[in-house]
Every structure is written in C-alpha cells, then in structure tokens.
C-alpha cells in the first residue's frame, strides 16, 4: 500500500437504491476515511464519494462489496477509484461546503469570508473528513427537531450527541442553551479530533466533552448522565440494537432524537424504542430520510453504578 504525503483517493460508487444506498455507505465507512453523500438521485443512482488517505486496495473493495451482491444475486455497483492531489481535494469540499441555513442555525466552513446574519445562531463548521456539513437530510432534521425543542422551553442541562461527526449537533445545543453541559462521542477517532477543533473554534470548550467510545462503553459517560436530551444520527440497525441502552441514559421525560433512518426502516426503530419505553412525540421527513423525537416514560435509576431501568 503507497501513501502520500499530499495525495488522497477518492472511490466513486453510485448506488442504485436507497437501501443499496444505506448499506453501501455502512459497508464502505471501515475503508475510508471521509464519506459524502449526494441523497439527489443522478442517471447512474445515488453517488457515495469516499475518500482515503492511503491508496485502497481494490482486492478489499471487490469483497466488501460482492459480499452483499453475491448474496442479492445483483451485479456489482458501479465504482471507480481515482487518486486526487490535495488542492483538488480542497477546491471539491469548498464547492461541497457552501454556508447554509437550518431552521434558527447558520452553518458556515472556514472558508466563509462574509458575516453571519444576524438573527441567525451561527455554527463555524469544518467537517473536514468527519460526517457533518449540515447539507445532509440527517443533520438538517436533527438540527430542526433540537431548535423545536429548545424553542418549546425544554430545560436542557445534561445532553448527549451519538456518532457526533463533526460535532455540529453538539455545537449547535450549545449555541442554543450555553449552559448545558454536553458529551459528544463518535467511535471514529478522525471524527473525535475534528469534533475538537470544531468545539474550539465555536468557544464550546467549557461545555462539550468529546469523547472516543462505542456507543455507551467510555466510562465518562456515568459521569453525565441521566441526559434530558440524546441525539443520535447513525444507521436504523444500530438504533433498533440499542434502543434499551439508550432508552437507559434518559431522564424522566428526556427527549431522544434518532435520525438516519429511511421512511421505510421507521416502523422497527419505531417498535424497538416503543418497547424501550418511549413515546414518539414528534417526526420529520427530508427527502425520505426520517427524524423522529421520543420522549421517555419510564423512571430511570439514580444509582450511578446501575444502568438500566428500574
Ligand atoms: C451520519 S454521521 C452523523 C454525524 C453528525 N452527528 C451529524 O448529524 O451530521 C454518524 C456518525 O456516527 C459515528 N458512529 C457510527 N457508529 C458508531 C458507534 N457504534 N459508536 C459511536 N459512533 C458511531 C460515525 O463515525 C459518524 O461520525
């Protein structure tokens, strides 16, 4: 395998559905390093550009995905691997990262050179190869639904963002509710420096911690907990598999955010957090992309070294 000191690979894969779509980017995450996803069908489908900071190797990309069409019995999506210089890579995340607004937020990357206007939060942004521009449906339903409840008057002191990327969702509670105390994590360690920089860039220091953890498994997190607001934007399977865990880490009443789920997958991540005790208070859909709130009817434990719920 070749590195580069100034070069990046960039895989170009169209997807030819949404689910082939969900299942490429989840299949594609371990190999690269930086994931975009352009959600506007195009001729050939939905395009996913990865980008890698050493050259993949084409043996691993064939398995990883004949793996899922072998056993559809479809052919293999169509891909190309490219090697790109970084001013390329540059010149293609400035066209990529445009300022944009969402809801009361306006998210604006480095290279904004104009003022924020000003009845609008502003969220300095670089997502540099962590997840997390504010273009995706994903985030933008995430941000929207956190603005709703802060503009709702939910007391908000502790909150958790899961799979935090770039930590823009942190960021943007923070921007919102000063005083909140809020744990961003993300098991990719990429996302967790990027989340940093973005965190001090946005003078968020003294209220966001960020933190390298598998979902629940980093022992900060006990030291935060009960949360009056979880966020979390990954994949329908995750969430349904650790609705009981997360459902765990809530106040009486919190609310849960869980984007990253097609109108289709809803129902079972539904079911799965209904059966955890909550209730869907509120949804929002993006082009087929779904964000739904829960609140939390159950009582949790206090009793730091118990987890679940009483
Ligand atoms: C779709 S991105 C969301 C980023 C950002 N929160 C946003 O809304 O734009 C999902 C993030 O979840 C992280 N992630 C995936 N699986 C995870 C896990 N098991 N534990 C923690 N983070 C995870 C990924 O690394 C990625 O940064």
């Known amino acids: 395998m070749m590195s580069g000191a100034n070069k990046t690979w960039k895989i170009i894969i169209f997807a030819r559905s949404e689910s082939e779509l969900v299942t490429l980017e989840k299949k594609l995450e371990p190999i690269v390093d930086g994931i975009i996803i352009d959600t506007r069908p195009q001729k050939e489908g939905y395009q996913i550009t990865g980008f890698c900071l050493n050259e993949p190797e084409e043996r691993d990309l064939n398995s990883c995905f004949l793996e899922d069409t072998v056993s559809q019995r479809v052919t293999l999506p169509k891909y ?3 090697q790109i210089f970084d001013a390329d890579w540059e010149e293609e995340y400035k066209e990529q990262t445009k300022p944009i607004t969402v809801g009361r937020f306006f998210i604006y990357p480095d290279h904004f050179c104009g003022v924020p206007p000003v009845k609008k939060v502003p969220v300095a942004i670089s997502a540099g190869l ?18 709703k409840i802060v503009e709702k008057g939910k007391a908000l002191e502790t ?3 899961v799979g935090c ?7 943007a509670v923070s921007k919102l509710v000063p005083k909140a105390s809020i744990l961003a994590l993300d098991n990719d360690f990429m996302a967790v420096s990027t989340a940093k920089k973005n965190i001090q860039k946005n003078n968020c ?7 390298e953890s598998d979902f629940y498994l ?4 006990a030291l935060f907990r009960p949360f009056d607001l979880i966020v979390a934007n990954i994949l329908a399977d995750p969430l349904i598999e650790k609705a009981y865990e997360t459902a765990s880490q809530l106040k009486l009443n919190g609310r849960l955010i869980l984007s990253g789920l097609l109108r289709k997958q809803s129902k079972d991540v539904i079911n799965a957090y209904n059966k955890a005790g909550l209730i869907m208070v509120d949804t929002l859909e993006l082009d087929g992309w779904m964000t739904l709130t829960f609140k939390n009817r159950q009582c949790i434990d206090k009793n730091p070294n118990r987890d679940f719920l009483c």
């Open 165 to 171: 990327g770039s930590a823009i969702l942190a960021i």
């Open 159 to 161: 909150v958790m963002d």
């Open 205 to 211: 220091k003294d209220t966001i911690t960020v933190v």
């Open 80 to 82: 190309e691997v490219r």
């Open 218 to 221: 980093a022992s900060e997190i």
């Open 130 to 147: 962590a997840f997390g521009t504010g273009e995706h449906q994903t985030t933008s339903g995430c941000l929207m639904a956190i603005d």
